[in-house]
């Protein structure tokens, strides 16, 4: 990775102006995922059902592949907070800044690897199942996380560290009081990025017949039935967009108040 990506701090969403208005703009999203899963529901609900759809397009097994892929994903987005934060934490200390072109390296080549192919590798050499599809999606989101952790910490100001440091404070006082905090909005831009490609991603995890969402819309295309399509389709871009959303609060509301988020 250049000395520019590390660097260059992600994009994010502006901060509204007044409490009201930010949770305004909070709610529009929602709303309009809400307003179209509601016109599709009310689609298909016009539709003549067959036997295949109607057996697929059941609460049961709709709710069940949607609690699946939330499982698949939250588990996947906690490890890689679990690895990627520290790893970043470890390599921004002096003694250990040799260790980021290594760390970097490795983490590109895991996000470069195509995820399906990925995923039937691990599935060769481990199995189907939950964890393989976990391993995949943790592999492919952790360098988002640590990379903005890595540019958090190195783009404070040294000045505030020197000064830290001059008044007594000890080295894990100085990050945890002063570093992390500073660092916050920044790790939190990446985990937003990294939970939404995760949620996006989980859909291929029915390829190593660990469930979730994937599986309606598979299920759609083998049996050419339009309204399943359509129906895992919205599910699947609702439940990732929903995931960006809340990284975006979280990401805002992380964000101190004094601070620019651009």
């Known amino acids: 990775m250049s000395a520019d990506a590390m660097t260059a701090e992600p994009t994010r969403p502006p901060r509204s102006r007044g409490v009201g208005a930010r949770w305004t703009n909070y709610a529009v999203r929602p709303t309009a995922l809400a307003v179209l899963c509601a016109l599709t ?8 059902l067959d036997s295949i759809e109607a057996r697929v397009l059941t609460a049961g097994n709709l709710s069940g592949a949607l609690v699946e ?13 679990a690895i990627a934060v ?6 921004t200390r002096r003694r250990a800044r040799w260790l980021i072109p290594v760390v970097t390296a490795l983490g590109n080549l895991g996000q470069a690897v195509p995820k399906v192919g990925l ?10 199942g939950f964890g393989v599809a976990v391993a995949g999606l943790v592999i492919g989101a952790t360098l988002v996380v640590l990379t903005n952790t890595v540019t958090a910490l190195l783009s404070i100001d040294p ?12 080295p894990w006082t100085v990050l945890v009081r002063i570093e992390l905090p500073l660092a916050v909005p ?10 939404t490609l995760i949620v996006s991603y989980g859909v291929i995890a029915i390829f190593v017949d660990a469930g979730g969402l994937g599986g309606i819309l598979l299920t759609g295309i083998d049996v050419s039935r339009t309204s399943v399509i359509l129906v895992g389709a919205v599910m699947s871009v609702t439940l990732a967009l929903m995931a960006d959303w809340v990284g975006w609060i979280a990401e805002d509301l992380l964000t101190p108040r ?5």
């Open 41 to 48: 529901a009310a689609w298909v609900a016009t539709r003549d």
């Open 69 to 81: 892929h939330l499982r698949l994903s939250l588990v996947a987005f906690g490890i890689v907070l």
């Open 258 to 262: 004094g601070l620019s988020v651009r």
């Open 159 to 170: 000045a505030r560290l020197e000064a830290a440091h001059g008044v007594g404070m000890s």
């Open 119 to 128: 995923l039937v590798v691990l599935a060769i050499l481990f199995g189907l």
């Open 86 to 91: 520290p790893v970043g934490i470890l390599v």
């Open 186 to 195: 920044v790790i939190a831009a990446g985990a937003r990025t990294a939970l």
